[in-house]
């Protein structure tokens, strides 16, 4: 077993400085927007969505209703469905570890899992687990590190919230140069920048999401088959 969280630890090392860096980020977002770091706590053991929290904090101060907020969520997060499905099978051979394996399914540790390689010693389940594990908790922490900064330090966070539109170029740019598959990226880039133009910065964000899961939906075969994956 030490060897095993060893080996999770070492592979999620890349993942530890980025998701301290945007969890602090998101945490010092949700504090300037009053709420405090217990709420960054619960919002990131709970919710755990990324780019998706970073919205939840306009969300919250904009006083969107639970069902709003939960849709809004679901469609940000929906890529996950494709490249998902690559693990679903072994998943499901991990038990009880199935479900977090699905609630912690973000883009950097899906890009880790795909070099999760056992090695002599190592489980390769738990190691998966670990690495899902060790990801989320790098993620709290930065964000209550973050909330608590906001709190007790003198920093002027005038622009902090341009941390969101860094965090959607960051996987936008990974998602291009890792995944074999460009039709995900392309969709999304010219679903928003239609409907930016069409209908304005207030209300592109959810037509924009809504086409571009449709559109994808229809041509999640041809995805599956270009990442390598089996058709559906």
């Given at each position: 077993?030490?060897?095993?969280?060893?080996?999770?630890?070492?592979?999620?090392?890349?993942?530890?400085?980025?998701?301290?860096?945007l969890?602090?980020?998101?945490g010092?977002?949700l504090q300037?927007?009053?709420y405090?770091f217990?709420?960054?706590?619960?919002i990131?053991?709970?919710?755990y969505?990324?780019?998706g929290?970073?919205?939840l904090?306009?969300?919250?101060t904009?006083g969107?209703?639970?069902?709003?907020?939960?849709f809004?969520?679901?469609?940000i997060?929906?890529?996950?469905?494709?490249?998902?499905?690559?693990f679903?099978?072994?998943?499901?051979?991990?038990k009880?570890?199935?479900?977090?394996?699905?609630?912690?399914?973000t883009d950097?540790t899906?890009?880790?899992?795909c070099?999760?390689?056992?090695?002599?010693?190592?489980?390769?389940?738990?190691?998966?687990f670990?690495?899902?594990?060790?990801?989320?908790?790098?993620?709290?922490?930065?964000?209550v590190?973050?909330?608590?900064?906001?709190?007790?330090?003198?920093f002027?966070?005038?622009g902090?919230?341009?941390s969101?539109t860094?965090?959607?170029v960051?996987?936008?740019?990974e998602?291009?140069?890792?995944?074999?598959?460009?039709?995900?990226?392309?969709?999304?880039?010219?679903?928003?920048?239609v409907?930016?133009?069409?209908?304005?910065e207030a209300?592109?964000i959810?037509?924009?999401?809504i086409?571009s899961?449709s559109?994808?939906?229809l041509?999640?075969?041809r995805?599956?088959?270009?990442?390598?994956?089996?058709?559906?």
């Amino acid at each position: 077993m030490i060897k095993t969280l060893k080996f999770a630890f070492q592979k999620s090392v890349p993942v530890l400085f980025g998701y301290l860096f945007l969890g602090s980020a998101f945490g010092i977002m949700l504090q300037q927007a009053g709420y405090n770091f217990v709420w960054a706590f619960f919002i990131s053991l709970f919710v755990y969505a990324g780019s998706g929290q970073f919205l939840l904090v306009g969300l919250l101060t904009g006083g969107a209703s639970l069902y709003a907020t939960a849709f809004m969520t679901l469609l940000i997060n929906s890529r996950h469905i494709f490249y998902g499905l690559t693990f679903l099978e072994k998943f499901k051979k991990m038990k009880k570890m199935y479900p977090y394996m699905i609630f912690s399914l973000t883009d950097e540790t899906y890009s880790v899992l795909c070099s999760c390689k056992a090695v002599g010693g190592v489980n390769e389940n738990n190691a998966m687990f670990g690495v899902a594990l060790f990801d989320h908790c790098y993620w709290i922490v930065g964000s209550v590190l973050g909330a608590l900064l906001g709190q007790f330090l003198p920093f002027d966070f005038a622009g902090i919230e341009f941390s969101m539109t860094a965090l959607f170029v960051v996987i936008f740019v990974e998602q291009w140069r890792s995944y074999k598959s460009h039709i995900p990226a392309v969709v999304g880039l010219i679903s928003a920048t239609v409907f930016l133009i069409v209908l304005g910065e207030a209300n592109f964000i959810l037509p924009s999401l809504i086409v571009s899961v449709s559109v994808l939906m229809l041509c999640k075969n041809r995805v599956m088959q270009e990442v390598g994956g089996e058709a559906i």
